[in-house]
């Protein structure tokens, strides 16, 4: 069906808008999924703080080519969807990759937009599977620990020794 000049207009805007904001953008190819699928698919993601919108391809292509991004735009079969946040850069490539092992037939990364550069989907299934920022903390912390707990350990056990 065809869609009129006003609403491509107010489509526009809205991918506009959204890329405007984001801090990181993932085209998903999507197809096959119930109406179920989607509406949890789409609260979960909302949960996440990661927004999703559908719309024609060639609105999608024509927004991204006006935005100036370096690289060249991935290919985009199928029917397109993009996801994206505007505060999380991992949150939209890692909840889409999430779901999409849930749903392996239906939802696939087929791109996006990171750092300001066209990636393609290799590059944003590697940024998918990037641990969230409080994980990557908690590991940065075990890190520094580990050496000092190590250390502690040995004096006591040396302190074990000379009471003995």
Not at 79 to 91: G, K, L, V
Not at 108 to 116: F, L, M, N, R, S
């Amino acid at each position: 069906m065809a869609i009129t000049k006003q609403k491509k207009v107010e489509i526009t805007k809205k991918i506009e808008d959204a890329v405007k904001d984001a801090v990181s953008i993932v085209f998903v190819k999507f197809s096959g999924m119930t109406v179920k699928d989607t509406g949890e698919m789409r609260q979960s993601l909302r949960n996440g703080g990661v927004s999703y919108y559908v719309a024609k391809k060639t609105l999608i292509k024509r927004v991204l080519n006006s935005q100036g991004y370096t690289g060249g735009l991935p290919d985009m079969p199928g029917e397109i969807a993009i996801a994206w946040s505007s505060t999380d850069a991992t949150a939209p490539a890692r909840d889409i990759y999430e779901i999409g092992k849930k749903h392996k037939d239906s939802l696939t990364i087929v791109g996006g937009i990171w750092e300001g550069a066209f990636a393609d989907a290799l590059a944003m299934n590697a940024i998918a599977t990037i641990p969230p920022v409080p994980v990557l903390r908690g590991m940065f912390v075990n890190v520094i620990n580990s050496p000092i707990q190590g250390f502690v350990i040995a004096l006591n056990q040396i302190a074990e020794k000379k009471t003995a």
